[in-house]
């Protein structure tokens, strides 16, 4: 089953616009994780935030985490053509074992 | 170390074949997962290994369904009597054990079932 939702499902814009995905999710979280797929490909992990938290940046990643809303968001600032790809947020219980539960994803397109 | 590998690229099969996919992990890490992803839509888990044991399934995974990772290396995803509902995407990753931390994926299998 899916733990995340992303928010939009699609989103197009322009090379140099930022991008902004938001993720809701319903349990208890260990940790957030965005990841992003290129078209047939495996997953490639992009950025990892604790439930303590609240905001992580990486190059021109920046993730926010609300535990309290359940919700997470991911801006790609000066976005790129290569930035096209789907987005994932995938939730780490407080279970053992690091189980990740995927949402269904955002697809980016990144114009010229 | 390359990364996760995963063999073979693509699959195609008959209803009612049997299929084995190989997942090659990275070879310091010893948590093992396999994931099915179908179009549109995000992985859904499978079942996890740490070192050899396998320590979760999910009810995704029927009868027909059997994975093993024997000595705690690579490891082994069969379907048996496939159906037209068991094509996907499989994919495996591979993460270190203690604390937190990403998952690497392998390429994923995809397996169309005529």
């Known amino acids: 089953s899916q733990q995340g939702e992303e928010d939009p499902q699609a989103l197009s814009i322009q090379e140099g616009e930022n991008a902004t995905m938001n993720c809701s999710y319903k349990?208890?979280?260990?940790?957030l994780q965005w990841y992003r797929q290129n078209s047939g490909r495996g997953l490639v992990h992009l950025i990892l935030?604790?439930?303590?938290?609240r905001e992580k940046h990486s190059g021109r990643l920046r993730v926010t985490l609300d535990t309290s809303k359940k919700s997470s968001s991911l801006l790609i600032t000066a976005s790129r053509a290569a930035d096209t790809a789907s987005y994932f947020c995938?939730?780490?219980?407080?279970?053992?074992?690091?189980?990740?539960?995927f949402g269904t994803g955002t697809q980016l397109k990144v114009e010229l | 170390d390359t990364g996760v590998s995963q063999n073979p690229r693509h699959k195609i099969t008959k209803r009612g074949q049997n299929v084995t996919f190989r997942c090659d992990p990275i070879?310091?890490?010893?948590?093992l997962y396999w994931y099915r992803q179908t179009l549109g839509q995000g992985p859904e888990f499978l079942t996890y290994f740490q070192n050899e044991a396998q320590l979760e399934k999910s009810r995704l995974l029927s009868d027909r369904f059997s994975a093993e990772r024997p000595k705690g290396s690579f490891s082994t995803l069969e379907i048996q009597r496939t159906e037209q509902g068991d094509s996907a995407m499989y994919l495996c990753?591979?993460?270190?054990?203690?604390?937190?931390?990403?998952?690497?994926f392998g390429s994923g299998t995809r397996l169309t079932v005529v």
């Open positions: 990753a591979s993460s270190l054990t203690q604390g937190t931390y990403g998952y690497t």
């Open positions: 349990t208890s979280i260990n940790n």
């Open positions: 935030i604790r439930s303590n938290e």
């Open positions: 070879s310091e890490h010893n948590r």
């Open positions: 995938a939730t780490g219980g407080t279970g053992g074992g690091n189980k990740l539960t």
